[in-house]
């Protein structure tokens, strides 16, 4: 059963135990709400909330949710969403989805059923937008000695949410809200309720203070800090001040919650310091105000009253008066303490039966209470505004659900009721009913009616609205055939016209009516009814029926005043007869109404109705000015205003009518007014009184409350009372009053009345129970005066003061006390016995009774106090004998008592003795010793005395107290390497003891305790910042400083710092500094800096904070927009680039802009800086297209440019055409000829040519089409004519061109109506030169080409029009064209210009400059170029690695390649870019970056060899100019030929320690050191020294030959070496077979592949054949993080080349090996292969004895169905150690022994790297991708596998240095390609010997590494922290370019050792190394008994 169910179960039960429910009755429920809403919801827009509504009821209500009118609130998609559960949600939103109508709205629930519905109170919720706002603290301006009030100030938006959580002063004190009920409100500082801080009598030392507020979000839970920091402006007075207050003297109003507790201020400030009183009105009181009674819970803390846990009695009006000697002020402050609204209804649920009254009655709670409303089914029944509901006549229709609902301005409550409808009645209902008919007169007629109904209803009958009863014709009968049916009859006899009419049925009972109605119609005359005197209320709706009878009957109407109706919207007249009038009004509808009858022969009637109009009472609303006082006269005015007369009028109290005796007079005061009057008020009038009117039209009710304050009355008054001590006393204190009267009671604090405080109750002793005190087991400690206090905040209240005695026996409040004294001194003991008096007193001696006449040091006196008696005991001159227990006896006659004082003679205790230490450090001594005699005493503490050695006992002494029962204690916060004295001391009461002997102590040494001193960081540049700090204090050395840690990270992280160490400087003068390289652009570091001795590390300094350098934003700023805003105007628009990529401050920004067909040519952009969002360019050219662009720029200069915006400016009307010409075509016609304006400015729409005659103002024009450029002009006369053109666009018609004038002639000469031109053409394209000819007759034309006469041609034509077109002009073609034409009349010639673009040439680059990272060039463009450059593009790449390409401005000549590798050959050319296209390249320089490889330094340099260890110099390395990367470090015994792995990523710089060597033996050590321009292997012979430290002979030769023939006879070493030269020898066979068949076949056509038992060389359609599957396109796998690492156990001898990379054209490194120096060898693809015979020296037999592969595309594809032995040992990444077959230890070599691969070969693309300009060969490796898509194998391949395909072998496990093992189980696969590359291994760092992190203390090494045991066999040092992080990880294929895995592999390590050149795709930065190195130490782990993983590599 799930909880819901429960829930019901439960509620039913209580309803039925509470309502009376059986199971036989009706188990139906109303909805009651179980989960009401609030109602106020707050909340913000980012957390949302929920509201639920829950309701139970049978059945179970159906919960929804309306808002105030009504309406039904539906989902608002992501705004507001109902629940199914009845829950009303609101989900977070973002602030500009804030809707009004959703979010600030007034809702309610409502819960329906069967039964009846119900709404909740008012729900307003409202949601808060969250707002950045600050909190701020003002300074206050004090005079010293006020107060002082500081406040906490936000903006008002926020106030209402926001609570003063604390307020904390400069010193981090923090002072949080003080409960009054505490003992603090007394402090300085108070925190008020309000939130205020309130400090107290001001010094001048306050001035020094600051104070800060900190305020909570009670929404979002938010805290903030104020922004500022408030402080006291204190002013010293100088003369006497009246006081003035900082707040207005007008009154002031606050309303507060009850239980809130408040404060109200009255801030003054004066001199003298004022004093405040605080008085609250009392009405009724002589003065009208009393003082503010202060209590526990009511404080004035100096001008503040604070009021804790308020009530509603504490509403009223308080006055502030605050007076000095000099003046006074004062404040009025109106208080209204609201308390929390509720309601209930009596009875919660109730049966009726019809026809009975039922009474609801509302009980409401809280204040104020402004409104009451009842509500049924959830609707407001009108009207129903008081707190009782009556129902006179309940009917069917009343049952269901009813609601009191209470209400003030803040809040509303409500309370469910239930009625219900008793006993099994049920309503009439008819059964059978009379049809209408119509009828002829004369027969009887009878009409029949059944009914049934419980209980029997009753029938009657009416016709026409009357009823109708037994007459000689009208009869009727009725019959009962059932208990629970009527019938009945009318009979009508000899049935005339006149009884036609409207006849009615009507059966009604107690609980209903059932009513039929039907016409009977007789035919006959017309005939209308009487009808009898009608009267209506004003305002109700009239209906008349018209009785008329007669058949047939055509038209019914009715008249008034001879109109007729309807005259007006309010009358409407129905077809069968009914007048109705809505809202009747007496003057307009009073009167005679008459209805009339018409018959279709012509016949009417007619009947008249008189109608007379009443209007009801109205009463004039009257009320009570609040509650009266006990014996005030009150009186109520009821007066009518409206109504007819006569009245009548009555009171009531209640449902007391009131007659006018007793205490009561009603006043009839003319007719409309009564006066109700009650002379002296008191309880017994409180009610509710109503005034009731009633006239002929109805009866209204007016009612108000009489609420009567009485003051309490004595009922019993307390007297004094005396009891028996131990006895139960009880008081009685009662009194009356209205409201009920609180009584309290107190007890003085003396022994006189006044000053009375609450009495402490508890329930076991002292209670009080309704004015009752009850004190049981009463004591002498209770007597005094008590008070009793009745209080109802009317009048003054009542008190009453009584004393309580307690007779008592002799009582000693002290029953046995200890008394001490010292040795030789008096003392007198004492004994005080309270009770009746007289009072003996003896004294007693260890239990003997004490006379003093025996010894005369004896004293005894007496003394009679008011509560007893005093006795003294004096001894002079004490002794040890008179330790003793003495014991006073006290006896009455009561009874006795006695109390003990045990005195003890102290002395002053022995010299400590037995001062030993048990332990040191350096701060700390463990001291012990023996406690020495005490003295009769118990030591109260030791004193152990502490100096320097060369200190004085007298002024350098330290102390330490010790407790004096301990025996051993430390002493803290000594100095490390410190001499100490030490002794002690024992004190007691008496005092000290001599000092003990002396204890000399040595501290020991410690880490340093302090931080650096000075810690200063600056930036360098954008990735560099400068540390600079200065040794620690010398007494923090604790030690010879070594040297320092420098950590730093990233100011927003949370990781642990990198750090660096630093050697000290000896030299104090100076400052320690580090650079840290490589660190993020403008980003926030924060630096700290520790120094360590030989102990450890000591504390860190603070943090420093530093930004490194401002770079250029590398994102451009985004949402670029552009518009178009006049011909002239550009409006640009955008938001600034995200912060992350600002790298800087953002200074401002540039807009860049030019015409889009000069966007290239630098030189005619214009740039608008602004720092603005918008911007709006001016001046520009009209309808030109503009190219925008937008950057920002910042301290470190421009950001990257935004993508260029396109926007054309407006259209506007064209300049004036450029030239006209006026040529005569013929004797009558002109041809006009223009060229198009220089600025068009828009589309030319159309030209227009005016035409004028000269001696006429008559001007004509001609409308032209915009493609046409001349017009005829015919007809014209012999005179002379003007003619102009001006050119139109969409805006309108331009200027005018200047006016040619011609006249036409006869004679027609030749003339060329084109004109002049420049013509610039595209290199390739087509060109027409224009020569249009006139004249008659047809001229001659002639062009010329440069000079020379035209002669057609291919290229060159003449065309029919004169014009010239040249076809794919060329370079040639540029220069200038001539037209020519002649005719006997004259002769004309033209001349164009023609300009040719082509691509730009190749530029001229020479080389400038070089460093390790950077190589500099100098570009020079040809001058004949006629086309612009807009830019050049420079390409380079590495000796083997692939071309990449940087574009610069066309003005920037001069460039520096950077981010280069350090000693590097790189290969150079640039090309130029125009607008036709990209030139050809330059030719390539050959260059190379600065720096080489390292160079060993001389044994007696680097070593430095000890007993048991040797120490290598690393600084002597000389490093060629490129930085060193790491060395790896092997020894071995110089007989052994076994070399041991120290290190193989060994950090450069500072010394290493080879450890664990044996003394006096001779070593060699080989060291290998590494830098980006290659590596240098040095090897040593070194001896260490013997145990005394001396030196050994050298070894002799014999033993060299000895350990040569040990050597020769060692058969596993002899055979394995011959093995391996077979193999070589029968490979280079295979080799040289293979390479002659391979010229057999077409390259396109091979494919490389291997499988486990054979090779096979097939075609690509064999693939799928063979592998069963197409594997996906190659992958980029980087090195795996994590994984077994499986390397050659050392690096080859000799010098490898620098570049390492791999190059497919030249050969594997051993087939080079073979070749001989110098030589040139030429491959099959015609590339060349250089080698020289140096090179490789030595390494032929130095082939590793393991290689690493992965398989490639076998990450993802490895086959899942792998038995799981197959798959144990194989790490995830498939990465496979093989064995090469000449390091076998001893295993047997099989003939078929092949290096396997099982996977698919991916094989190299061709062209796949787009940085490679089209014209430039090919000059990079091979790039992987899916063999079925490859398209050249490549002469490698086969080489590849003629030298290592064709075997197979299975191989032992044998054991690489690093103690990995290989599986047995597996056969190993390799690829060819990745084999005998001669790739250099840089495995990857380790870790050097962290600082340790803040706040722990550990051991540090020295700054040499030292190299110990601490890795075992099968693990790895861990990575070390790089200088950045490195985020790559090995299934991240993102941003790493397309190549062969082996590649990348080798790629991705070799940028570990910084190989890799900066800046280029496969780079990683060295923040990305340090990420990875990171990850890798994160995931490394051990499983399944493996070795831990570390990265796989190829070799």
């Known amino acids: 059963m799930d909880v819901h169910k429960w829930i019901k179960l439960v509620i039913f039960g209580i309803l039925s135990c509470k309502f009376g429910i059986t199971s036989g009755d009706d188990i139906t429920s109303g909805p009651v709400f179980l989960t009401e809403p609030r109602n106020r919801i707050d909340f913000s827009n980012t957390t949302g909330t929920v509201i639920e509504c829950a309701a139970t009821g049978n059945p179970q209500p159906e919960i929804i949710w309306v808002l105030q009118d009504g309406t039904k609130v539906s989902d608002v998609p992501g705004l507001r969403q109902v629940q199914s559960s009845g829950s009303l949600v609101f989900p977070p939103f973002r602030a500009e989805d804030y809707r009004q109508e959703v979010h600030a709205q007034t809702y309610r629930c409502k819960g329906t059923n069967a039964v009846g519905t119900i709404v909740s109170r008012d729900v307003q919720v409202r949601a808060v937008v969250s707002q950045d706002y600050d909190v701020d603290v003002n300074k206050e301006y004090v005079i010293r000695g006020n107060s002082a009030i500081v406040k906490c100030l936000y903006p008002s938006f926020v106030a209402e949410f926001l609570v003063v959580d604390s307020w904390i002063s400069e010193t981090e004190t923090e002072f949080r809200e003080v409960y009054l009920a505490s003992t603090n409100h007394d402090s300085k500082y108070l925190v008020l309720p309000s939130g205020e801080l309130h400090i107290r009598d001001v010094t001048p030392e306050d001035g020094f203070k600051t104070f800060r507020c900190r305020t909570k979000h009670r929404l979002t839970g938010e805290t903030k800090l104020s922004a500022t920091a408030g402080r006291l402006v204190i002013t010293e007075p100088i003369t006497s001040s009246r006081p003035k207050l900082s707040m207005d003297s007008e009154t002031v109003t606050k309303t507060k919650a009850r239980t809130e507790s408040f404060s109200l201020l009255c801030p003054g400030q004066a001199y003298p310091p004022p004093v405040y009183r605080w008085y609250k009105f009392i009405d009724g009181q002589v003065g009208g105000k009393l003082p503010v009674k202060l209590d526990d819970r009511v404080k004035q803390v100096s001008g503040t009253l604070i009021i804790r846990d308020a009530k509603v009695g504490d509403s009223g009006k308080y006055l502030c008066v605050v007076n000095n000697s ?227 009957i055509d038209s019914i109407s009715w008249e008034r005043g001879g109109r007729i109706l309807p005259i007006n919207k309010r009358q409407q007249i129905y077809p069968n007869g009914t007048l109705v009038v809505e809202g009747v009004q007496r003057n307009a509808d009073q009167g005679s109404y008459t209805c009339v009858v018409k018959s279709s022969p012509g016949y009417s009637a007619k009947g008249t109705v008189e109608v007379q109009v009443m209007a009801p009472p109205v009463i004039s609303p009257f009320s009570l000015d609040g509650p009266s006082d006990f014996g005030d006269s009150v009186q109520l005015n009821c007066h009518i205003t409206k109504g007819d007369e006569p009245f009548q009028i009555e009171w009531f109290l209640g449902k007391i009518p009131l007659k006018g005796t007793g205490d009561y007079t009603i006043s009839q005061v003319g007719k409309r007014t009564s006066l109700l009057t009650i002379s002296t008020v008191s309880h017994v009038h409180d009610g509710v009184y109503t005034c009731m009117v009633t006239n002929d039209a109805g009866t209204v009710f007016h009612s108000t409350s009489l609420a009567v304050n009485v003051p309490p009355r004595w009922i019993i008054e307390p007297t004094d009372k005396a009891f028996a001590q131990g006895s139960e006393a009880k008081i009685e204190c009662k009194a009356d009053g209205f409201p009920k009267p609180t009584l309290s009671w107190k007890r003085a604090t003396g022994s006189t009345p006044g000053d009375y405080r609450d009495i402490k109750t508890n329930s076991g002793t002292v209670r009080v129970e309704d004015g009752t005190l009850t004190m049981s087991n009463i004591q002498k400690s209770s007597e005094g005066y008590y008070l009793c206090e009745a209080s109802n905040g009317i009048g003054a209240g009542l008190s009453a003061v009584i004393y309580v005695s307690v007779q008592a026996p002799p009582h000693f409040e002290i029953k046995f006390r200890n008394q001490t004294a010292r040795r030789n001194e008096p003392v007198v003991l004492q004994c005080e016995a309270k009770g009746e008096k007289p009072i003996g007193i003896l004294w007693n001696m260890n239990n003997k009774r004490l006379e003093p006449k025996s010894d005369n040091r004896y004293t005894i006196r007496e003394e009679i106090l008011q509560s007893g008696v005093m006795s003294d005991l004096s001894i002079r001159k004490l002794d040890r004998s008179d330790s003793a227990l003495y014991t006073c006896v006290a006896t009455n006659a009561f009874g006795s008592d006695d109390t003990s004082i045990n005195l003890i003679v102290q002395e002053v205790p022995e010299t400590p003795s037995g001062l030993k230490v048990l332990d040191k450090s350096g701060r700390v001594v463990q001291l012990q010793w023996t406690a020495p005699y005490d003295g009769n005493a118990p030591i109260t503490r030791y004193l152990i005395e502490y100096k320097l050695i060369k200190g004085d006992w007298n002024n350098d002494i330290e102390r330490v107290l010790v407790p004096g029962s301990a025996t051993v204690a430390g002493v803290y916060n000594l100095r490390p390497s410190t001499n100490y004295h030490f002794r002690l001391i024992a004190e007691n009461e008496v005092g000290a003891s001599e000092p003990s002997s002396t204890v000399t102590i040595v501290t020991a040494e410690e880490v340093p305790s302090g931080p650096p001193r000075g810690v200063k960081v600056e930036a360098l540049d954008q990735s560099t910042l400068k540390v600079m700090w200065k040794p620690p204090s010398r007494e923090h050395w604790n030690g010879d400083i070594l040297g320092y840690y420098v950590g730093y990270k990233l100011g927003s992280s949370d990781k642990p710092f990198l750090f660096e160490t630093v050697e000290f400087n000896r030299d104090h003068s100076k400052e320690h500094s580090l650079q840290i390289n490589n660190l993020k652009t403008y980003t926030e570091y924060s630096v700290v800096v520790q120094a360590f001795n030989k102990v450890g590390a000591g504390p860190m300094s603070e943090e420093v904070i530093q930004f490194t350098g401002e770079g250029t934003p590398d994102q451009p700023p985004q949402d670029f927009t552009c518009a178009t805003l006049t011909s002239t105007t550009i409006g640009v628009s955008w938001s600034s680039p995200p912060l992350a990529n600002a790298n800087g401050v953002i200074k401002g920004y540039k807009v860049i802009y030019a015409p889009a067909k000069l966007w290239f040519d630098e030189a005619s952009k214009d740039t608008k800086i602004t720092s603005q969002s918008e911007t709006v360019l001016h001046g520009l050219k009209k309808y030109t297209n503009y190219s925008i662009t937008i950057l920002a720029y910042t301290g470190g200069g421009d950001g990257v440019k935004a993508t260029p915006m396109h926007c054309y400016t407006e259209q506007d009307v064209p300049d004036a055409p450029q030239s006209v010409k006026a040529l005569q075509m013929s004797p009558e016609s002109i041809l006009i000829s223009w060229l198009s304006p220089e600025y068009p400015n828009g589309i030319i729409t159309q030209y227009t040519v005016y035409v004028q005659e000269a001696e006429r103002e008559e001007i004509r024009s001609h409308r032209v089409p915009s493609f046409q450029l001349s017009f005829e002009a015919s007809g014209l006369k012999e005179d002379r004519y003007n003619f102009w053109v001006t050119a139109s666009t969409v805006i309108g018609e331009g200027e005018q061109s200047k006016q040619v004038s011609i006249s036409p002639s006869s004679r027609v000469p030749a003339k060329i109506a084109s004109f002049d031109d420049k013509f610039t053409v595209n290199f390739k394209d087509d060109i027409k030169l224009p020569c249009q000819a006139v004249g008659i007759p047809v001229p001659e034309l002639q062009w010329r080409i440069k000079g020379s006469a035209f002669v057609p041609s291919d290229r060159h034509r003449l065309l029919p029009d004169g014009s010239l077109l040249i076809r794919e002009v060329s370079r040639d073609d540029a220069g200038e064209y001539s037209c020519s034409v002649e005719n006997p009349y004259g002769q004309d010639t033209i001349s164009h210009i023609l300009t040719v673009h082509a691509p730009p040439s190749p530029p001229a680059v020479s080389l400038t400059s070089s460093t390790t990272s950077s190589i500099s060039i100098k570009l020079k463009p040809k001058k004949e170029e006629t086309a612009p450059i807009y830019s050049y593009i420079v390409h380079y790449k590495p000796e083997f690695g692939e071309w990449e390409q940087i574009q610069i401005a066309n003005s920037q000549l001069e460039y520096t390649v950077e981010g280069l590798q350090c000693g590097q050959k790189y290969q150079l050319y640039a090309s130029a870019q125009n607008t036709i296209g990209t030139g050809e390249g330059s030719e390539i320089i050959h260059t190379r970056t600065k720096g080489s490889g390292p160079t060993k330094p001389e044994a007696s340099k680097f070593l430095e060899p000890s007993s048991n260890s040797v120490t290598l110099h690393l600084g002597t390395f000389s490093d060629g100019g490129c930085p060193m990367l790491y060395f790896v470090v092997e020894y071995k015994i110089r007989s052994s030929s076994d070399w041991t792995l120290v290190t193989n990523s060994l950090k450069p710089g500072g010394n290493f320690v ?246 698919s070969q991916s094989m190299p693309r061709q062209q796949a790297h787009l940085a490679v300009a089209p014209q430039r060969p090919a000059d990079f490796g091979p790039q992987y991708d899916d063999p079925a898509n490859c398209e050249d194998p490549g002469y490698q391949y086969a080489q590849t596998q003629s030298q290592y395909g064709g075997q197979s072998v299975t191989y032992d496990q044998p054991s690489d240095a690093y103690g990995t093992r290989s599986n047995p189980s597996m056969r190993r696969s390799v690829g060819g390609p990745a084999a005998g590359t001669g790739r250099m291994i840089l495995p990857p760092y380790p870790e050097p010997p962290a600082p340790p992190t803040r706040g722990i203390s550990q051991q540090q090494p020295t700054n040499n590494y030292v190299n110990s045991s601490m890795y075992s066999s099968n693990q790895f040092p861990p990575p070390p922290p790089s200088t950045a992080d490195l985020s790559t990880s090995s299934n991240n294929d993102s941003g790493i370019t397309e190549g062969s895995e082996p590649d990348n592999d080798r790629d991705q390590l070799i940028n570990r050792g910084g190989l890799m050149k900066p800046g280029s795709r496969d780079a990683l930065t060295t923040e990305e190394m340090r990420k990875l190195i990171e990850k890798n130490e994160a995931s490394n782990h051990v499983g399944n008994g493996l070795t831990a993983m570390y990265d796989t590599v190829n070799v």
Request: net charge negative.
């Open 326 to 552: 000099v003046g006074g002020e004062s404040v009025e402050t109106i208080l209204t303490v609201t308390a929390p609204l509720s309601a209930s209804v009596e009875p919660a649920s109730q049966t009726a039966e019809y026809g009975r009254p039922a009474v609801f009655t509302c009980n409401p709670e809280g204040n104020p209470i402004k409104s009451l409303s009842w509500y049924k089914d959830g609707k407001a029944l009108p009207g129903a505004n008081e707190s009782v509901l009556k129902i006179e006549s309940v009917k069917k229709d009343d049952k269901g659900m009813y609601q009191c609902f209470v209400r003030n301005d803040h809040e509303s409550a409500q309370f469910t009721a239930e009625l219900k409808l008793g006993g099994k009645f049920d309503p009439p209902q008819l059964l059978s009913t009379f049809p209408e008919r119509t009828i002829q007169p004369g027969p009887t007629v009878s009409l029949k009616c059944s009914a049934s109904g419980n209980p029997l209803p009753e029938i009657t009958w009416e016709i026409d609205g009357k009823r109708i009863t037994n007459t000689d014709r009208y009869q009727i009968n009725q019959l009962t055939p059932s208990a629970s049916e009527v019938v009945s009859f009318l009979n009508i006899s000899s049935i005339t016209t006149n009884d036609g009419g409207l006849y009615v049925c009507k059966a009604s009972s107690k609980v209903g009516v059932s009513e039929h109605s039907a016409r009977q119609n007789v035919y006959g005359m017309p005939f209308v009814k009487s009808m009898e005197k009608m009267s209506i209320v004003a305002g109700e709706t009239m209906y008349i029926n018209c009785p008329y009878a007669g058949h047939p």
């Open 1554 to 1799: 080879v450890l664990d060597l044996a003394p006096g033996s001779w070593y060699n050590l080989k060291v290998t050191a590494h830098n980006n321009a290659g590596f240098a292997v040095a090897e040593y012979e070194f001896a260490t020294l013997t145990v005394t430290g001396a030196t050994i002979a050298p070894a002799s030769d014999s033993a060299n030959n000895e350990e040569i023939l040990k050597l020769l006879m060692n058969l596993n070493l002899i055979v394995p070496i011959c093995a391996a030269i077979l193999v070589i020898i029968a490979a280079i066979v295979v080799i040289i077979v293979l390479k002659r068949s391979n010229n057999h076949y077409p390259k396109d056509d091979m494919v490389y592949s291997q499988s486990v038992n054979h090779s096979t060389l097939g075609k690509q359609n064999q693939l799928r054949d063979e592998l069963g599957y197409i594997p996906p396109p190659n992958r980029k796998l980087p090195p795996v993080p994590g994984n077994n690492y499986n390397t050659v156990d050392r690096i080859k001898r000799g010098t490898l080349r620098s570049h390492a990379t791999w190059n497919p054209r030249q050969k594997h490194m051993y087939e080079e090996l073979a070749l001989e120096k110098g030589t040139l060898r030429t491959l099959p693809d015609g590339s060349h292969l250089y080698a020289r015979a140096g090179d490789f020296a030595g390494m032929e037999d130095e082939i590793a004895p393991y290689a690493t592969f992965h398989l490639l595309g076998f990450r993802e594809e490895m086959d899942p169905g792998l038995p799981s032995g197959q798959m144990q040992g194989m790490n995830p990444q498939q990465f496979q150690t093989m064995p090469h077959s000449s390091g076998m230890n001893g295993g047997q070599m099989d003939s078929n022994f092949i290096h396997q691969r099982n996977a």
